[in-house]
């Protein structure tokens, strides 16, 4: 992220703008200093901006310099999308990577996570994968909650799931969100966070926090 000074706000987008080969409108900017002068004269704005070409630069020199501290050769290819980036990851031993039970790669999508958010200073959506080990994950997580959901339909029992990450939650939330008659819900804080599976009588509210 860079910081662009101007006599406007107006002017010092617009010069970020051509520099970053981008329209104005794909900028976001953080004013760090901002003065009016006296009469116009000595009027400065200054502001931290950037655009998604600048968050794609970050993710991979953070991966690049992490893993050549690690020693490590692995490629890395990324996609963008309106709802944020997902890196996928190949390497000669993708099970490192992965760890048990994918608690390995939990945690480093939590830290690349941690610093996008500190590096933009909002929450940048980012989901890191290792050779489709989380797509394949997220298919199973979603059958088996709809296996779930059709037995709560079936015996009006509430059902709640053993621990598991916020992505995943959230993976199976998006596929039950349509089915009448059933809600999901995240109980539990930290690693004891789940998700519930509650037959509603009517379901004109979402009740649901990841």
Not at 20 to 28: A, N, P, Q, R, S
Not at 73 to 91: P, R
Not at 180 to 187: E, G, M, Q
Request: proline share 1%; with cysteine.
């Amino acid at each position: 992220m860079k910081n662009y000074s101007g006599k406007t706000l107006e002017e010092l987008l617009k010069t970020a703008a051509e520099e970053k080969g981008c329209e104005v409108e794909d900028l976001t900017y953080f004013l760090t200093e901002e003065k009016s002068g006296f009469l116009g004269i000595g009027a400065c704005v200054k502001a931290d901006v950037y655009c998604k070409e600048d968050i794609k630069e970050f993710i991979f020199d953070y991966l690049g310099n992490y893993f050549m501290g690690i020693d490590l050769d692995i490629e890395v290819a990324l996609e963008d999308n309106e709802d944020g980036f997902i890196v996928n990851l190949n390497a000669e031993n993708n099970a490192v990577l992965i760890g048990k039970q994918g608690r390995t790669l939990n945690a480093f999508n939590t830290v690349v996570r941690s610093a996008l958010s500190n590096e933009f200073r909002k929450r940048i959506d980012i989901l890191i994968d290792v050779n489709n080990y989380k797509q394949d994950r997220y298919r199973h997580t979603e059958a088996f909650g709809k296996r779930i959901a059709k037995q709560v339909l079936k015996s009006h029992v509430d059902v709640e799931l053993d621990p598991m990450p916020s992505d995943e939650r959230k993976a199976i939330h998006r596929v039950l969100n349509t089915w009448d008659h059933i809600r999901t819900v995240s109980k539990g804080e930290g690693a004891a966070r789940h998700l519930c599976i509650q037959y509603v009588e009517d379901k004109n509210e979402e009740e649901v926090s990841e």
